[in-house]
């Protein structure tokens, strides 16, 4: 079973960045495409963006491209999400999972890491 832990999160001013971090434990992340997504209260868990297990492909919700960038570094099990040119809509509870693939975005573990919350300001 993987256990997966973002972290990287905080609070940010309207066009900064952060840098987000998905560590995994438990099985190496080398076979799996992964994604991030976030989930504000009161509404249903959102794809952000998705990376197949090479990292030679990528794919992103229509409201992050351009702005956020997904990558791995499968040596370190790790999953980046760089996010940039952050706007108040952005802020929200941000999670990895693996992904069954990169065209339907579904996530592959019916279970969470506790994600690291993104706050925007205007």
């Known amino acids: 079973q993987v256990q997966l832990v973002e972290s990287g999160g905080g609070l940010v001013q309207a066009g900064g960045s952060l840098r987000l971090f998905c560590a995994a434990s438990?099985?190496?992340?080398?076979?799996?495409?992964m994604g991030w997504f976030r989930q504000v209260p009161g509404k249903e868990r959102g794809f952000v963006a998705g990376?197949?297990?090479?990292?030679?492909?990528?794919t992103y919700a229509d409201s992050v491209k351009g702005r956020y960038s997904i990558s791995r570094d499968n040596a370190k099990n790790t999953v980046y999400l760089q996010m940039n040119n952050l706007k108040p809509e952005d802020t929200a509870v941000y999670y990895c999972?693996?992904?069954?693939?990169?065209?339907?975005?579904?996530?592959?573990?019916?279970?969470w890491g506790q994600g690291t919350q993104v706050t925007v300001s205007s």
């Open positions: 438990g099985r190496p992340l080398s076979s799996l495409d």
């Open positions: 990376i197949n297990w090479s990292g030679g492909r990528t």
């Open positions: 999972n693996a992904v069954d693939n990169l065209f339907d975005r579904h996530p592959r573990f019916g279970s």
